[in-house]
């Protein structure tokens, strides 16, 4: 993607050698299964210091990216030394990789500096190398911002180009620029960012959208997909999109989501087929934009303090696209109907998640009473409150705990495993805690961009974190100086800790959801009311 030069290493050969080997094993079952795979392409990308080797190539300095990240220098395509690199390249690929027909990549990606760079001759040599080793390539463009550029796809075959559209349930670019003169396209939805955790999609825009592009792009519209930063919650979204691939038109969404949940929980329920109905009609009703919006409404627990939080990572939002109060019917249906189906993994996770959802909305109605008890003055207000939410919080906790899918000693754990040597495994252990927190080797705008709603990183960061806040709202409170926090200096201690969490399911998910629900249900009611 063209965006950093690099970040987290170095890693070991030995770790290169074994990605190697996985690699060769993962396309080796993509292709009994008749996948075509999508490899690297060349194009362009170098490191900045190529320029001292080969001083008389015309490399260009690509700037900065997100506010401080040094981007890959960029090797011009009419340039000699472009065609012999990738030659090398792709000769090397072909060796441990074998034959393929697909690959991507994206010059220009979030920004880089186009200037005085001839984009179609650029397209032109992009495509053409490639075939100088696999004369069947096709280049995969992924429709982002102003990527790909028109100018950079005019001089190549309509059949040598194939461009995901990444955004189309929210931004759809395919009808901004006429599916880019009808070359073949994708339609796809993103619908994660950074691995965020909570309940969300667009049923009703996937059920309507597909087909709609399809009739004004019947010749060039050649499927459907997903390209997310991460698969593992809102099942339900996938589960509908995919199914597309077998059906001619919309499907009616009641009936359709009574036959999921029958599938989902082996068991028809008319309860639960009245809870999907709601849940299509809140967390998953979200219309296609303007206003756009980057994947889920954020969770407030996860948000770096403040007295005016809109959002927790610099391109999403905490405001949320539907009325709270009608999810809760959803949370009341579940709970009614747990003791038959409390033994039932996917019910047990549908259960937990939308407890998490009611929850982490109503912290955002005790946020706000602690903010203006504090803007009041009111110390004993702000006291009281300010309790509820970090207990709250310890909640949210215990009940993440319960279920493998939000739980950080798996992550971390993962992480861990994958390294050849002890430093490695110290440094894939920070580059796990980094993503989920700063992002990277600084505060910038990308910190808790990949934020994580997970037991573990409830009571062990975000709780110490807002407790810090907390204490300095009180210290004002009580007449006394208070200095700025350095949110990134905890949290990049954090990043460095080796602190084990647990790696097995603590307590019953649907026991404690029933539990909160009655300890929590008439004082969210009354907060709505």
């Not at 989920?436 to 997970?454: C, G, K, M, V």
Request: aromatic share 14%; net charge negative.
């Amino acid at each position: 993607m063209t965006n950093l030069e690099g970040w987290g290493g170095p890693v070991s050969k030995e770790y290169i050698d074994q990605q190697v080997a996985l690699q060769k094993k993962i396309l080796k079952r993509m292709r009994e299964y008749g996948m075509k795979p999508v490899l690297p392409g060349f194009y362009g990308m170098v490191p900045n210091n190529l320029k001292e080797k080969y001083p008389d190539a015309d490399i260009r300095d690509q700037g900065l990216w997100a506010g401080g990240f040094k981007r890959p220098a960029f090797l011009l395509p009419t340039d000699p030394l472009f065609l012999e690199i990738a030659k090398i390249f792709y000769e090397e690929q072909k060796k441990l990789f074998g034959e393929t027909e697909y690959f991507s990549g994206d010059p220009f990606h979030e920004g880089g500096s186009t200037d005085g760079i001839d984009l179609s001759a650029a397209g032109e040599n992009l495509i053409g190398s490639v075939k100088q080793v696999y004369p069947n390539a096709k280049w995969v463009f992924q429709a982002w911002h102003a990527n790909p550029r028109l100018e950079l796809l005019s001089r190549i075959k309509a059949e040598d180009i194939l461009i995901l559209d990444l955004d189309a349930d929210n931004n759809p670019q395919w009808s901004q620029k006429n599916a880019w003169g009808d070359k073949n396209w994708i339609w796809s939805t993103i619908t994660n960012y950074g691995g965020n955790v909570g309940m969300f999609g667009r049923l009703d825009v996937i059920n309507r959208e597909i087909f709609k592009a399809e009739e004004k792009h019947p010749q060039s519209l050649k499927g459907i997909g997903v390209m997310p930063e991460g698969i593992e919650n809102n099942p339900v979204v996938y589960e509908l999109l995919y199914e597309f691939r077998w059906r001619d038109g919309a499907v009616d969404m009641d009936t359709w989501l009574a036959d999921y949940a029958h599938r989902r929980y082996g068991i028809a329920n008319p309860n639960l087929n009245k809870a999907w109905q709601v849940l299509n009609n809140t967390v998953y009703g979200k219309k296609i934009g303007p206003p756009y919006q980057q994947g889920t409404n954020e969770s407030i627990f996860c948000a770096r303090p403040s007295l005016n939080i809109t959002s927790v990572s610099s391109w999403a939002t905490t405001e949320l696209h539907y009325n709270p109060v009608e999810l809760l019917e959803a949370w009341q249906l579940f709970i009614q109907e747990s003791d038959g189906l409390a033994d039932r993994t996917n019910f047990q996770y549908d259960l937990v998640d939308l407890t998490r959802q009611v929850l982490a909305n109503y912290a955002q109605v005790i946020y706000a009473d602690m903010v203006r008890h504090y803007k009041n003055g009111d110390l004993s207000g702000f006291n009281r409150a300010s309790e509820k939410f970090t207990t709250l919080l310890k909640d949210q906790d215990r009940l993440l705990n319960s279920r493998k899918e939000f739980m950080l000693g798996l992550w971390l754990e993962a992480a861990k495993s994958r390294a050849t040597n002890p430093a490695e495994k110290d440094l894939f252990e920070y580059n796990a805690r980094t993503q989920i927190t700063t992002w990277s080797f600084q505060d910038s705008n990308l910190h808790d961009y990949a934020h994580r709603e997970w037991g573990g990183m409830l009571s062990d960061f975000y709780l110490p974190r807002w407790e810090l806040f907390i204490a300095k709202l009180k210290a004002e409170l009580n007449g006394e100086h208070s200095k700025d926090i350095d949110y990134y200096a905890f949290e990049e201690g954090w990043n460095n800790e080796h602190k084990l969490f647990p790696t097995t399911e603590q307590g019953d998910g649907v026991a404690i959801a029933k539990a909160l629900y009655a300890t929590y249900i008439q004082d969210i009611k009354a907060a709505y009311q």
